[in-house]
């Protein structure tokens, strides 16, 4: 059970760019920092208007104590106002909102896929995978060596699309190699970053039936689940679309279909 | 203490302010977020007969002040509303309407027919102005006489205040009003979405699956404004304003050009708890202006003043 979403006046502590266009945002939260899980959101107003209008959700990225982090990318009119904000600045935030990662199931090896700013959730999954003592293996890739972001990453490994850092190729390539040479028992894959990459390995993990999550971004407007705004379309009977939000933003790979 | 409720067809609402259907989920997902008993009610998502998976993905857009959505009444349908959600509604301190869309009138009238057995719906709001489906919504809401028909088929199945939710995708909306009045309906709420479109440039492709969709936000309260004073003028049964209503502020501007009472809309999304805080500034407006009932704002509005000219813009 995950506690319900509140409603959080968080104060900035520090903005700082730790790579290239790469923004890490360290806001003071304490009641959403004290109930947020692994793969959990928030849903950030970045502005005190209504140009732009809508939330930004942002993966919680780390937790310290009473702060939370999270990282962005500066990509459009909202996260260029995010950029803008100062310590001591008061950010309207929402969260913990969706479902975490699950930890606690039957796995001895952790594998931690990231593409891009999809590391954003790995340092605190990371963090609570180290309190269960699971080995852990992180692969991160980029298009190129300066998006690359492994802080708070343990045991990396690196792809990149242009060779500029680890192996050139994808991530996905990166694990399989992994796979094939190390034979670890009992692995499961946690994965975040761009569609065509999710998709890759989502393929990858059903079709060697490798236990698989894969955490999701989603055009979405409340982030509670009653806009309706992020469906991703679900395997089997039943319900055609999940919610990214609510039902999300982390699903088993055997779950739903990427297109 | 400013009196802020109002009575429909024998139901007493305890303000004026409610929430808007599609964009409060079925009222039990924000339980941590609004205290349900500041506001006057809820309407609830758009139910239909049968479940409805809605649109594909591409479904929202930001626009300038506002938002495109294509959902297309994706709901739980009626029964499964009955089962599940309404028996934690009815734990709710606020008042429930039950949104209806179907793609036939006899559709509609069976989802209503159901719901008269159920404890805890005190009125019907019926969604002919959806944008996003195919069958029913606009296909109903843009035709004066299926309107009409719809209303005519409806107000002998229940005694419960039956409310007729237009678009405003239509050349004279007040003449759907006037139908609708005509047949029975205890009140009209307008305005639903208007029309819209977004353009993804670099992919060249409409940026909501079903290419068009339902425009809301701040950016169409000027034009609701002028539909609902529209509207209050050709009707005297009493109109819901929906429109882009963002704070108290903009809720007495409703008031004022007749509307009765108002629906939170998109800015729920925002900030799920944002009807309960217009609410309260409603009553603190009222305070302030030495107005013991907010029922005598209705249709204030000094229309024989050219224009305001002391309105701050800067």
């Given amino acids: 059970m995950t506690a319900s979403p509140l409603l959080c006046s968080a104060v900035v502590r520090s903005l700082h760019e730790t790579g290239d266009n790469i923004w890490s945002l360290i806001l003071h939260a304490p009641l959403i920092a004290a109930h947020a899980r692994p793969g959990q959101f928030v849903n950030v107003r970045v502005a005190d208007s209504l140009v732009p209008l809508l939330r930004r959700p942002f993966s919680i990225s780390r937790i310290n104590g009473a702060e939370l982090a999270i990282l962005f990318n500066i990509v459009g009119p909202g996260t260029r106002l995010l950029a803008d904000k100062r310590p001591g600045d008061i950010v309207d935030i929402l969260g913990p909102l969706g479902r975490p990662f699950v930890i606690d199931d039957a796995y001895d090896t952790a594998l931690i896929v990231a593409g891009g700013l999809g590391v954003a959730p790995f340092p605190f999954l990371e963090l609570e995978l180290h309190r269960l003592n699971k080995p852990i293996v992180s692969f991160v890739g980029a298009r190129t ?57 989502r393929e990858f993990a059903v079709n060697r039936r490798l236990l698989c999550e ?24 039943g319900k055609k679309y999940a919610l990214v939000c609510t039902d999300g933003p982390t699903f088993r790979a055997e779950e739903i279909v990427l297109s | 203490m400013v009196k802020t409720s109002f009575i429909l067809r024998g139901v007493e609402f305890r303000n004026r302010v409610l929430v808007a259907s599609g964009t409060f989920g079925y009222g039990n997902e924000t339980t941590s977020l609004l205290d349900a008993s500041k506001i006057g009610g809820i309407m609830t998502k758009s139910l239909s007969w049968k479940p409805r998976d809605g649109n594909p993905p591409g479904r929202i857009v930001e626009t300038t002040g506002g938002m495109l959505n294509s959902i297309g009444l994706a709901n739980i349908g009626v029964h499964q509303f009955i089962d599940e959600k309404l028996p934690q509604l009815r734990n709710l301190d606020t008042k429930i309407v039950a949104n209806i869309a179907a793609s036939s009138v006899d559709e509609y009238a069976d989802v209503l027919t159901l719901l008269e057995d159920q404890e805890g719906v005190v009125a019907y709001e019926i969604n002919v102005s959806c944008p996003n489906v195919k069958e029913g919504g606009l296909n109903f809401g843009t035709s004066c006489p299926k309107t009409a028909e719809l209303t005519r088929r409806l107000r002998p199945l229940t005694n419960r205040p039956l409310i007729i939710k237009l678009t405003p995708n239509v050349t004279h909306v007040s003449e759907f009003a006037r139908a609708v009045a005509d047949e029975g309906a205890d009140a009209v709420s307008l305005i639903n979405t208007l029309i819209g479109m977004a353009v993804d440039i670099r992919t060249r492709k409409p940026r909501l699956s079903t290419v068009t969709g339902g425009l809301s936000g701040p950016a169409i309260k000027p034009v609701a404004l002028a539909k609902v004073y529209e509207v209050a003028q050709a009707v005297k049964i009493p109109v819901f304003g929906i429109g882009g209503i963002a704070t108290a502020e903009d809720a007495i501007e409703f008031l004022l050009v007749g509307a009765t009472a108002v629906q939170i809309g998109t800015m729920n999304f925002v900030d799920a708890s944002i009807s309960g805080k217009i609410a309260e500034g409603m009553a603190e407006y009222a305070e302030r202006s030495n107005v013991p009932d907010l029922g005598s704002l209705v249709g204030a509005l000094d229309a024989n003043v050219g224009f305001s000219v002391l309105q701050s813009w800067l």
């Fill in chain 1, 145 to 201: 060596a300066s998006g690359l972001s492994v802080e708070g990453l343990e045991n990396v490994r690196e792809a990149t699309d242009d060779g500029t850092a680890g192996r050139k190729g994808t991530v996905v390539e990166l694990v399989a190699e992994y796979l094939d040479a190390e034979k670890p028992k009992r692995p499961k894959l946690f994965a975040c970053g761009p569609t065509p990459m999710l998709k890759a390995l």
């Fill in chain 1, 214 to 237: 894969l955490s999701l971004e989603g055009a979405m407007a409340c982030g509670i689940g009653i806009c309706q705004g992020c469906p991703v379309q679900r395997t089997g009977e």
